[in-house]
């Protein structure tokens, strides 16, 4: 046999046998050879698992996991890996948003005898977190001469992320005549609090003035202006030298907040049923419209058309006290749904409740499941049935939907568990690890 021929027999099995060998010991999705470790799991301190995701910044409004780590949102994906996961939340069925921003609030309690001073105002973690609200915004309750007490008192003693605009009367709302106090409504004071706290305060308010002139707004606009934030305008008392049309179309700023939008007290409603064109021609400027709801400043005869005509609010929010709170307002989601009840899309409400009422303050950080922000999370059911909501004026609308918070997660920390997802089921045997969760 000649030598080539010998040599092709003798090398032809090993040939094989090495093919054989490299295919057998190749993975296929990636190469790697037999022997190669696994990726090692992310050990995620909490991941929910399931649950329809609407995040407005991102566009998201699909079934997805949401992963949290170290207080961060670490992950948002299908089906991501928990095996190494701490506490894992089965959220199917529920919808998963970022933690609610209430843009309108009252929460100062200290000594003063004032409407939102400790008379009328809410220690914020009672109330928030079982409404997915995770940030709050007070609007006005203290001015610059008593913002540190305040913050004292309320802000750095909250689970809650209490963020505030600062009321342009120095004495805050501290009822009349105080709120009537021109000589209280300094531009410079007001900057200058806001300058020394840009991590806390994020605009200014002006509230509830009575008088015909425009001191209150003016003099708010040019403290916004020092210290480049937004003005919230709570428009007081109707008066025919302070016309709404000049404050939308000519006062404020684009970027700038009008609340109480459907209160229908300021004109919002012309005479012919329809919305005021000043409320448009104010939007288009770049004005913002803030719900504040509060025990006086919604009405349907008001929100029915205003949306019927497309006009949506930018913020939904609350003006929560303890006078709205036990009336027509009751909390974040119940003003929710009766926008569900007026057909605006659940996701333009969630957009209304998070990113939108983030970017008026200028805080991008917040409103959204983007990894690296806050983890700030809400889950809600959506029931279906038969609900009746009430304005701020005894009148009811029917709606055949409701939104009902099961979880929030406020800094990665479940601070609100409705029906215990996050608990271990109880059987006879089982034992306390930790001893008692409370007093």
Do not use: C
Not at 73 to 94: C, E, L, P, R, W
Not at 249 to 261: C, F, M, W
Request: proline content about 7%.
């Amino acid at each position: 046999m000649p030598t080539r021929d010998r040599l092709h027999r003798i090398l032809l099995p090993a040939g094989i046998a090495l093919i054989v060998g490299a295919t057998i010991g190749a993975t296929p999705s990636t190469g790697a050879t037999a022997g190669t470790k696994a990726e090692t799991p992310e050990a995620y301190d909490l991941v929910i698992r399931g649950g329809h995701v609407i995040d407005p910044k991102s566009n998201l409004d699909a079934v997805r996991d949401v992963a949290v780590k170290d207080g961060k949102i670490a992950k948002v994906a299908a089906n991501i890996d928990t095996s190494a996961t701490k506490q894992t939340v089965d959220a199917g069925g529920n919808f998963v948003t970022p933690g609610l921003i209430d843009l309108h609030a009252h929460l100062f309690n200290g000594p003063e005898d004032a409407y939102a001073n400790g008379k009328n105002g809410v220690a914020p973690d009672g109330f928030t977190f079982r409404s997915g609200v995770t940030t709050a915004v007070d609007a006005g309750s203290a001015g610059a001469s008593n913002f540190d007490l305040f913050k004292k008192n309320t802000i750095d003693r909250s689970k809650t992320r209490v963020l505030a605009f600062l009321n342009i009367v120095g004495k805050g709302m501290a009822g009349n005549p105080a709120e009537q106090d021109l000589s209280d409504m300094k531009p410079g004071p007001a900057a200058a609090k806001a300058l020394q706290y840009p991590d806390t305060i994020v605009g200014i308010k002006t509230a509830h003035y009575e008088g015909p002139e425009w001191t209150p707004v003016d003099n708010s606009i040019q403290a916004g202006k020092d210290a480049k934030i937004p003005v919230l305008v709570d428009f007081g008392e109707p008066r025919p030298e302070r016309p709404l049309k000049t404050l939308l179309t000519e006062k404020l700023r684009p970027g700038d907040i009008y609340s109480h939008a459907y209160s229908g007290n300021r004109g919002e409603l012309g005479p012919d049923g329809k919305l005021n064109p000043a409320m448009q021609q104010g939007r288009d400027r770049g004005v913002l419209y803030d719900v504040g709801h509060g025990g006086g400043s919604f009405g349907w005869r008001v929100a029915v058309p205003a949306l019927k005509e497309g006009f949506t609010p930018d913020a939904i929010s609350t003006d929560l006290h303890i006078t709205s709170m036990n009336s027509g307002m009751k909390d974040m989601t119940n003003v929710m749904s009766k926008f569900l009840a007026l057909n605006m899309p659940l996701k333009d409400v969630i957009s209304a409740s998070t990113w939108k009422p983030a970017q008026s303050i200028k805080r991008p950080d917040l409103g959204n499941l983007s990894v690296g922000a806050p983890a700030d999370i809400a889950v809600f059911t959506r029931e279906q049935g038969n609900f009746g909501y009430v304005d701020s004026f005894g009148f009811r609308v029917d709606g055949t939907q409701k939104l009902s918070t099961e979880l929030t997660v406020r800094g990665g920390q479940v601070v609100w568990d409705l029906n215990g997802k996050t608990a271990k089921k109880w059987t006879p045997s089982a034992k306390p690890a930790d001893g008692p969760i409370g007093h």
